[in-house]
């Protein structure tokens, strides 16, 4: 089984510079890397092409490694999909799964996720049918585990009560304005679900503008962005990084010689209510 990671390299938004900037963040010490085969955002034979240079090197054997991608609906695509449109949806996940293992040269998958549902409320017959068919990589050894991104709590629920197989990670976007996904976050918590956050920085600018962030950053003798990812580790997440900058990649990595305290943690989970 593949070890759960602290921290992930996120290669969204990179297009030909996903090769490079992803070689540099596995040399600057990321063992996780998160991908889509889904071209309109993702570049993931650029990611494969680092993770060939990278394997070949001897720096690290794939099993240290952490590869996730993810299987997105037509909707979520551009008209560069990685299936035939008009397969039935679980053909499309074989199709999309298939790919991705070539453009990422590996013959498995540590974490394959479905990257939303097709509706905002519940999940559809569509839903369970991916699902069902991300399942059967499951089963097959070709994806290690299964996760969901971009879920609400009722979804959540919803997935877990009904799946075969319940997901093993969630991914979503971090609003410090919803207590950093709090109730998304404790459901995973007690249900033994690995919780990956992202737009930790992008999404909560004002937050983390704030004096009593700065503040706890200063008194650390980190950086911001480093006391966040700090604290998304000391609240139970895994968080995602995307930087592009190696002296960001390098600080990123180097959060694990502090730690918050209980009431240094409840400060930023409420930094929203305080900087109201
Ligand atoms: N599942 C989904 O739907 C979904 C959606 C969005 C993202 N994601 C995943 O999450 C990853 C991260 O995306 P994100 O939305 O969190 O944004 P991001 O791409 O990580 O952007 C972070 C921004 O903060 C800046 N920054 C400043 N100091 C930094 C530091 N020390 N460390 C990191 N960034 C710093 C970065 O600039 P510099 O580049 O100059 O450092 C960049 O502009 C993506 O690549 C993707 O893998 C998933």
Redesign the pocket.
């Known amino acids: 089984m593949a070890k759960i990671p602290q921290i992930?390299?996120?290669?969204?938004?990179?297009e030909d510079r996903t090769a490079e900037l992803t070689l540099k963040a596995l040399e600057s010490g990321f063992t996780a890397i998160?991908?889509?085969n889904q071209r309109k955002?993702?570049f993931e034979e650029g990611v494969g092409n680092a993770l060939v240079q990278f394997l070949r090197s001897g720096a690290r054997p794939r099993d240290e490694l952490f590869i996730q991608t993810?299987f997105t609906y037509q909707a979520g695509q551009d008209d560069r999909l990685p299936y035939d449109p008009n397969a039935p949806l679980a053909e499309q996940v074989r199709q999309s799964f298939h790919s991705s293992l070539e453009h990422l040269g590996v013959d498995y998958i540590d974490s394959y996720?479905l990257?939303?549902p097709s509706t905002s409320v519940g999940l559809t017959d569509a839903d369970m049918e991916v699902w069902a068919a991300m399942e059967a990589f499951h089963s097959a050894g070709k994806a290690r585990m299964l996760g969901v991104?971009?879920v609400n709590l009722q979804q959540l629920k919803l997935l877990c009560r009904t799946a075969h197989t319940p997901p093993e990670f969630v991914?979503?976007?971090c609003f410090a304005s919803m207590f950093w996904d709090k109730n998304v976050r404790d459901f995973c918590r007690d249900n033994g679900i690995y919780y990956?956050?992202?737009?930790?920085?992008?999404?909560n600018m004002p937050e983390l503008r704030s004096p009593a962030i700065s503040a706890l950053a200063q008194e650390k003798g980190k950086?911001?962005?480093?006391l966040i990812?700090r604290f998304a580790i000391d609240s139970g997440m895994i968080?995602?990084?995307?930087?592009?900058?190696e002296?960001?990649?390098r600080?990123?990595m180097d959060i694990f010689d502090f730690e918050l305290s209980p009431q240094e943690i409840e400060v930023i989970e409420n930094i929203s209510v305080k900087a109201a």
């Open positions: 992930i390299y996120g290669t969204a938004w990179k998160d991908t889509a955002h993702y993810k996720v990257h939303g991104s971009n991914q979503n976007r990956q956050g992202f737009s930790l920085l992008t999404a950086t911001v962005p480093q990812f968080p995602l990084t995307g930087t592009t900058d002296t960001h990649m600080q990123d």
